[in-house]
């Protein structure tokens, strides 16, 4: 063998070494991306199934603690046993179990009596992060937070900052947009957005707004939402020969769509929807892959003295939603201020549209029979609470009508005859004009209703004024699932000396229409005739003011009490009367 050959074959032999080393450092390499990944899962497995067994063991301990409590009926008994139970628990098992996160364990069973709404984030988030919604006024806010703190698996920092920047209240707002024959899902954007994060000047043009957009497109995107990817900027499109500009395009990977948005720096004006209309029917011709829903598109300006305009288009039927954006953020007091504003202006709207999403109703009264189109219904409610059949008693989208129960408008003056198998109610209404002061004798108290606490304690005063009735802790608790719950319209009139109830009255508040209702007013019976069932109606009447637009009130017209008279005394006017037939 020559000397050439002599090389060649050994640099063909290395050069297979090479190659095996190569196979074998690749099969190497993939085992042990394979091994890595089930270690991660593992671990990630391990750590949900143990946040979510700790969260259910503080609820747990939470909910033992409250039933006890409830059971003893005493609230000095409550604040005694979870002194003395945070002691014992901390010496053995730490100071996890002190007083103040018992408390906070309570709360949170209390605020959740099922576990299994909060099942889901707790297999991704700690305890700190549940720590933090509690203080928040409603169910539907703390669920928010916690659903969009687990999708985006932050910490106790992320939602906090989540609630400080009001993302609940800027989704209601845009929701507010949103009718039910939409394409845009509900909670698909916020309004006003808050592009602080930019770090754009006061003195700016469209362009500069895009560009720091693009130069931060990470942050942009955390607030725009989760599940948004970055498309295009500028994205030109050719329509009969004519160049147009998307100014960005998005996708959705959730939504399975593409996103339109165009930058406005000023107000919101017409000619906006009819181009993002043009935008929109472009991109589901010619940009929309296989598979992918119809795009949607949302104009983001400056001003948002556009909203009442935007509802009275109704874009969003052609999938198009306005925002307002800012570019700087006010105050933190100035800032709440403003988002509640806006908050209230726009729930103030939707009560002037149909809410009541129910079917065409048949009414009947003395005169015959009327048919009220649901979104009529809403109109004649608000003109008329007493005398607008579907929400004299149940309102359709808070409580079913019962069944086998048929209701008939009787005015005093018209034939009883026709009604005399049926139990008749009269309505009367206070339109918080006039309002008196209560008035309570020496040694008597206004006491806050605190459930779950008080629920044995209510059903036993209901029961006692109530003869032949039977109400239950278990019914009194189930109360706060309904949308018009409201604890501190739940009071107690209070015997200082004996440390009894003498009294109690609850009523509820509608915010979607304004509305306040009584609902029950119970004074024992040892102690009427002492001016009590008037104090606390009057009570009532002074918290809902200021809230309320009007109150409302039923009751059976010859109950034995006599209960219209005293809502009579306390302002509240009207001649309806209701006539229920059980059949």
């Not at 009969?240 to 996708?251: A, W």
Request: aromatic share 10%; charged share 30%; net charge negative.
């Amino acid at each position: 063998m020559s000397k050439n050959e002599k090389s060649e074959l050994i640099k063909n032999e290395t050069s297979v070494a090479n190659v095996n080393d190569t196979v074998v450092e690749n099969t190497e390499q993939i085992l042990f991306n394979k091994i890595s990944t089930l270690i991660e899962q593992s671990r990630r497995a391990i750590y949900s199934y143990a946040n979510n067994a700790n969260i259910f063991l503080f609820w747990e301990i939470g909910n033992h603690i409250n039933i006890d409590i409830l059971e003893n009926k005493r609230a000095d008994y409550g604040k005694k046993i979870v002194s003395h139970l945070a002691t014992q628990l901390t010496e053995r098992y730490g100071r996890s179990f002190e007083s103040r996160n018992l408390r906070r364990m309570m709360q949170f069973a209390e605020q959740f009596l099922d576990f299994e709404i909060v099942s889901h984030p707790a297999t991704q988030l700690s305890w700190a992060c549940f720590i933090e919604i509690l203080p928040l006024k409603t169910k539907e806010a703390k669920l928010f937070y916690l659903n969009e703190a687990a999708r985006g698996l932050m910490g106790r920092n992320g939602i906090r900052k989540m609630i400080s920047r009001k993302a609940f209240e800027r989704k209601e707002i845009a929701d507010a947009q949103i009718s039910p024959s939409s394409p845009i899902p509900i909670g698909t954007f916020k309004d006003p957005y808050l592009f602080d994060v930019l770090g754009i000047k006061d003195e700016y043009l469209e362009a500069d707004l895009e560009e720091a957009i693009i130069r931060e497109i990470e942050k942009f995107i955390l607030e725009f939402g989760k599940g948004f990817t970055f498309v295009e900027r500028q994205k030109r499109i050719i329509i009969d020969g004519q160049d147009f500009k998307i100014d960005l395009l998005m996708y959705n990977r959730r939504l399975k769509r593409l996103v339109a948005i165009e930058l406005k720096k000023g107000e919101f004006q017409y000619a906006y929807s009819a181009q993002m209309k043009l935008y929109l029917k472009w991109l589901s011709r010619y940009g929309r892959e296989e598979g992918e829903n119809e795009p949607i598109g949302v104009i983001l300006c400056a001003s948002g003295n556009h909203r009442e305009q935007i509802e009275l288009l109704e874009m969003d039927k052609d999938g198009i939603m306005v925002a307002e954006y800012w570019t700087t953020l006010p105050p933190k007091a100035e800032f709440e201020q403003k988002i509640q504003t806006i908050l209230a202006e726009t729930r103030e709207r939707m009560a002037q549209r149909s809410l009541l999403m129910v079917d065409d109703l048949e009414m009947e009264d003395s005169d015959g029979k009327v048919s009220l189109a649901a979104g009529d219904l809403k109109t004649q409610y608000l003109h008329n609470p007493c005398e607008t059949l579907a929400t004299a008693f149940w309102k359709e989208h808070h409580f079913p009508k019962p069944k086998g129960i048929s209701i008939a408008l009787d005015k005093k003056q018209g034939n009883d005859k026709s009604f005399n198998k049926g139990v008749r109610y009269f309505r009367l209404i206070h339109h918080l004009d006039v309002h008196q002061g209560a008035i309570l004798p020496d040694g008597y108290t206004f006491k806050e209703i605190l459930l779950p606490n008080d629920a044995e304690l209510v059903a036993d005063v209901i029961n006692k004024c109530y003869e032949g009735y039977s109400q239950t802790k278990e019914n009194i608790l189930r109360w706060r699932s309904y949308p018009v719950f409201d604890n501190s319209l739940w009071l107690f009139i209070w015997d200082s000396a004996a440390n009894l109830p003498v009294a109690l009255g609850i009523a509820d508040f509608d915010s979607d229409i304004k509305e306040g209702s009584m609902e029950w007013i119970q004074v024992m019976p040892q102690h009427r005739g002492m001016g009590f069932g008037k104090a606390i109606v009057l009570e009532l009447l002074s918290r809902l003011k200021g809230r309320a637009d009007f109150v409302t009130v039923s009751g059976e017209v010859e109950n034995a009490t006599n209960p219209e008279q005293l809502y009579r005394k306390c302002g509240f006017v009207g001649d309806a009367v209701w006539v229920v037939v059980r059949e």
